[in-house]
T-cell receptor, first 114, second 114 residues
Framework: GAGVSQSPSNKVTEKGKDVELRCDPI?????LYWYRQSLGQGLEFLIY????????KSGLPSDRFSAERTGGSVSTLTIQRTQQEDSAVYLC????????????FGPGTRLTVT | AQSVTQLDSQVPVFEEAPVELRCNYS??????LFWYVQYPNQGLQLLLK??????LVKGINGFEAEFNKSQTSFHLRKPSVHISDTAEYFC????????????FGTGTRLKVLA
């Protein structure tokens, strides 16, 4: 069946612009995670959704970052006023439910801020 | 809090030789343990996981790992590597409750030489 998909696969933006990254989880998966992979920081957790609510936003690095999930499915990660340090690969993962521990990852969105 | 250490950032090995990728973790509570592989420009794929039971876990592509609670380690092994195993390997832990978010190690780049 279809896996986790993310769009766009690559995004180049100018410093100061806003960007939206999209994640389509596996159908039926209620838990959704965003991670960031960067050279300096490795793989870091950003935010966790269970259904449409986000009980854990502890990894969001600043208030420029926000995310939402609608219909218990698609999620959008928004970065406002992008900075060069936001350049990274943003990975989305989903799991059947929050307690099923195995996460399935999408291919990621590579964000470059110039 | 949990942390994961992968001491080897790069491991070169000749084709058909055995390999061990090391992972140590720190946690005040019990955790689940995972190994993921990332091929170039792709997302993360689960190799294997330890949840409970037998400490020797077998995964895909001939990989296995052994959970050692006393040494807080979860090293990944393969008796004979192939060129196609060239990739980056990540060790991760998650708590047994809560959000099940992953805490990742910094990754080990395995390079298999002909």
């Amino acid at each position: 069946g279809a896996g986790v998909s993310q769009s766009p696969s690559n995004k180049v933006t100018e410093k100061g612009k806003d960007v939206e990254l999209r994640c389509d989880p596996i159908s039926g998966h209620t838990a959704l995670y965003w991670y960031r992979q960067s050279l300096g920081q490795g793989l870091e957790f950003l935010i966790y959704f269970q259904g449409n609510s986000a009980p854990d936003k502890s990894g969001l690095p600043s208030d420029r970052f926000s995310a939402e999930r609608t219909g218990g499915s698609v999620s959008t990660l928004t970065i406002q006023r992008t900075q060069q340090e936001d350049s990274a690969v943003y990975l989305c993962a989903s799991s059947y439910r929050g307690d099923s521990y195995e996460q399935y990852f999408g291919p990621g969105t590579r964000l470059t801020v110039t | 809090a949990q942390s994961v250490t992968q001491l080897d950032s790069q491991v070169p090995v000749f084709e058909e030789a055995p390999v061990e990728l090391r992972c140590n973790y720190s946690s005040s509570v019990s955790v689940y343990l995972f190994w993921y592989v990332q091929y170039p420009n792709q997302g993360l794929q689960l190799l294997l996981k330890y949840l409970s039971g037998s400490t020797l876990v077998k995964g895909i592509n001939g990989f296995e790992a052994e959970f050692n609670k006393s040494q807080t380690s979860f090293h990944l092994r393969k008796p004979s590597v192939h060129i196609s195993d060239t990739a980056e390997y990540f060790c991760a832990v998650s708590r047994l409750s809560g959000t099940y978010k992953y805490i990742f190690g910094t990754g080990t780049r395995l390079k298999v030489l002909a």
